[in-house]
């Protein structure tokens, strides 16, 4: 079993649209979580970290479940410019990456 | 700033030649990965390291080794390249569990 696993995607989803990824972990000593955005042939970038309390950037909202060692982002207002990879990673003794979740805005 | 630095942006060798990748840091990091990232296959991780001379085995360190001589660089190393480690190989530095990226290196084994 991967450590993390991601939605399979592509996810194809209009403008405006709003869309949610999810992602499961499984080493409960993970300490840190985060979403990472991956644009094609570029290298991945910090979209934003992930806190139990969840956390909102603009139209970005991550959560953390640590019971059910589970995180997730929500996109409101799909734009155009969304379209990317975006990945799960868990942190802690080593940085772990999930396979990522395509996502397609169309307009 | 965060810098990562990879010594190469794109790389053709031989099947069989010995390979060297670079990549440099300049924000002091005590971690250091090398990840290769395949298509369907996402990122994964191939060696780490947490300090200098220490580096501990990824996901998939099979055909590859890891030299962390000094804090900033961190090098990977194909002892005999084949052509299945033709793929994008990208390194980072993090600091409390956030990962900072090389540019990557994108070898072509032939």
């Known amino acids: 079993r991967k450590e993390v696993e991601q939605d399979p995607g592509p996810f194809n989803v209009p403008e405006g649209a709003t869309v949610a990824f999810n992602c499961t972990y499984s080493n409960s000593a993970s300490q840190s979580f985060f979403w990472y955005r991956q644009d094609c042939r570029k290298e991945p970038k910090l979209l934003m970290s992930v806190y139990s309390s969840g956390n909102e950037d603009g139209r970005f909202t991550a959560q953390l479940n640590r019971a059910s060692q589970y995180i997730s982002l929500l996109i409101r207002d799909s734009k155009l410019s969304d379209s990317a990879t975006y990945l799960c990673?868990?942190?802690?003794?080593?940085?772990?990456f999930g396979a990522g979740t395509r996502l397609f805005v169309k307009a | 700033d965060v810098k990562v630095t990879q010594s190469s942006r794109y790389l053709v060798k031989r099947t069989g030649e010995k390979v060297f990748l670079e990549c440099v840091q300049d924000?002091?990091?005590?971690?250091m990965f090398w990840y290769r990232q395949d298509p369907g296959l996402g990122l994964r991780l191939i060696y780490f390291s947490y300090d200098v001379k220490m580096k501990e085995k990824g996901d998939i360190p099979e055909g590859y080794s890891v030299s962390r001589e000094k804090k900033e660089r961190f090098s990977l190393i194909l002892e005999s390249a084949s052509t299945n480690q033709t793929s994008m190989y990208l390194c980072?530095?993090?600091?409390?569990?956030?990962?900072?990226f090389g540019q990557g290196t994108r070898l072509t084994v032939v």
């Open positions: 980072a530095s993090s600091l409390n569990g956030e990962a900072f």
């Open positions: 990673v868990t942190g802690g003794f080593k940085t772990i």
């Open positions: 924000m002091d990091h005590e971690n």
